[in-house]
């Protein structure tokens, strides 16, 4: 059964929106907009603009576009604006982009991917997840439990770790186990419990969405939906996910490459939503003395490649408690936006992930040791 429009089900304006987007983009984007999807035959124009251009004459190459069917989002940064243009080829080779008051340049994005491409935004975009910024000078920190198990649980971390610095909660309700026999997660209870701690902690929620049927429930409580390791190329899912006003964390599948983790994203941002971060969580290798292999290499080629921001996972990574903060380090070192990291307060009786899950003491030192690193390189936390 298809999901009925998300969007209207879905009204949370406060939640989701890139930074900086502007209104009139923002509610065209959601009013008269179709939305527009890429086929083999489509292409996607990068206007830049000069540093003079007035906003009358940004107005006007908006609109023209727009009259012609195609779609403009129109990215603002320092010092100009940059308007990325998308439709089909024939239709936008035929028009003067060029010739408009204001413009500089028009270039083609020749990559594979085109709406997470760095040069279709000309800037790096800033994710809102609740209150909370994720792509700008700040390091965010999310953490939390692997899995919701209780109320009591999740609460009870949740004030652990916001009090250590932690800025957004994790928890998973609906959980993807490798056998059928391990704990699936408590669906809708465990999404209630998160609100609980939402309520308690004032912290915004991340949590999984698996599949499509689970989506309008997820929505109803997630502050972001969380797309898993093992979903990532779940390309109904992905259209789904892309489709509602809610912030998605795509997880790199354990085999993807970072290639494939960017055209998955592009099924997402195609559907219209842009609020996605890239999270690295680790990929199989033969190196087996670890869970996973974080590949730190796909945070500095991330950032070249796409303005998403992007999200390290140390705890899936390495999957060993000791070694989650010499990588979580690392992770901030090599220039993540965010990090992700599994923290229990009774990590022996933990229902699922145990073993990679820190203590909330461990935790709050982890994050002392980030800020330094993050000051190191530039950033804040
Ligand atoms: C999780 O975040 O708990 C999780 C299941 O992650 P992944 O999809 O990366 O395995
Ligand atoms: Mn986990």
């Given at each position: 059964m298809q999901t009925p429009s998300l969007q209207t089900l879905v009204t949370?304006?406060?939640?989701?929106l890139v930074e900086g987007r502007d209104a009139l983009d923002s509610a065209k984007r959601s009013c008269d907009q179709p939305t527009l999807h890429l086929t083999p035959n489509s292409l996607a124009m990068i206007i830049v603009t000069r540093p003079d251009t007035t906003q009358e004459q940004i107005d006007h190459i908006v609109d023209r576009i727009r009259s012609w069917g195609l779609k403009a989002e129109v990215s603002r940064g320092e010092m100009r604006v940059v308007i990325g243009v998308i439709g089909p080829e024939d239709k936008i080779r035929e028009?003067?982009?060029?010739?408009?008051?204001?413009?500089?340049s028009v270039t083609p994005?020749?990559?594979?991917?085109?709406?997470?491409?760095?040069?279709?935004?000309g800037r790096y975009s800033h994710v809102r997840v609740g209150d909370v910024t994720v792509g700008a000078k700040e390091v965010v920190v999310m953490a939390g439990?692997?899995?919701?198990?209780s109320e009591g649980q999740i609460t009870a971390i949740a004030k652990e770790v916001r009090k250590a610095g932690a800025k957004i909660l994790r928890g998973g309700a609906f959980k993807p186990r490798t056998?059928?026999?391990s704990f699936q997660g408590l669906g809708k209870l465990g999404l209630q419990f998160l609100a609980e701690a939402r309520q308690v902690t004032g912290m915004p929620i991340i949590t999984e969405v698996m599949d499509t049927k689970d989506l309008e429930l997820v929505c109803a409580y997630a502050d972001c939906l969380q797309v898993g390791a093992r979903n990532m190329q779940n390309f109904s899912l992905l259209r789904e996910v892309g489709r509602t006003d809610l912030p998605v964390m795509l997880k790199r599948g354990m085999s993807a490459t970072i290639k494939d983790l960017l055209m998955s994203a592009e099924y997402i941002l195609n559907e219209?939503?842009?609020?996605v971060l890239l999270c690295e969580r680790g990929i199989r290798t033969?190196?087996?003395?670890?869970?996973?292999?974080?590949?730190?290499?796909a945070v500095p080629v991330l950032k070249s490649e796409t303005h998403l921001p992007v999200v390290v996972d140390p705890t899936h990574g390495i999957g060993v408690r000791e070694f989650v903060p010499a990588m979580a380090l690392a992770a901030v070192a090599a220039g993540a936006d965010s990090i992700m990291v599994e923290v229990h307060n009774a990590p022996e009786q933990a229902k699922s992930d145990g073993e990679q899950a820190l203590l909330p003491a461990d935790f709050e030192d982890l994050v002392a040791r980030v800020r330094s690193v993050a000051v190191a390189v530039g950033r804040e936390l």
């Open positions: 949370r304006p406060d939640l989701g028009k003067p982009l060029g010739a408009f008051p204001g413009v500089e994005v020749l990559k594979p991917y085109k709406l997470v491409a760095r040069e279709f935004r439990p692997c899995s919701v198990e056998s059928p026999y219209g939503n842009f609020n033969f190196e087996n003395m670890t869970r996973n292999t974080l590949d730190l290499n």
